[in-house]
């Protein structure tokens, strides 16, 4: 090879070592615009996903306190299927009850409806839901005056005769007791 086809294959080179700089140089200046706007659509991207998991996750809590509101009373539900069952028990012993066994059914009844109030009672108190206490004065918060009577037994304002007894759960009146107090 000749000293001048030496020069212009490295003059070649040159040139294509060039031309492949001026083609990277192009490509890394990336117009202004369409790098905002490639931006843009990114944030835009993470935006809406963040937006999905958002409703995502207030769509789960929804449900999850829709569930609670609806089975919050089943523990209570299922500690009063007992006192179901021993109704129901004592409904079938009425039920073989004949004549000559009837003052001890009788007695078995008594005894039976006792047991299922105590443990009515037990089931109330574990689910913090208390009768309210009706000795002393009247109180308005928790007492509810259908008539008044006159009474030398007690003082003015005090409770004379429980109608219908009040209950409370924790801190809440279910229901205020019904009472007569003394004029």
Sequence with gaps: M?????????????????EEQVDTAEEETVDPLEAALAEAAEYKDKYLRAHADFENSKRRLEKDKTNAVSYANESFAKDILAVIDSFENALASIESADEENASEVLDQMKEGVNLTYEQLKKILEKNHIKEVDCSGGFDPEVHQAIMQVESDEHNEGDVVQVMQKGYTIKDRILRPAMVSTCK
Excluded: G, I
């Design 2 to 18: 000749s000293q001048e086809d030496v020069k212009n294959e490295n003059l070649e080179e040159t040139q294509d070592v060039v």
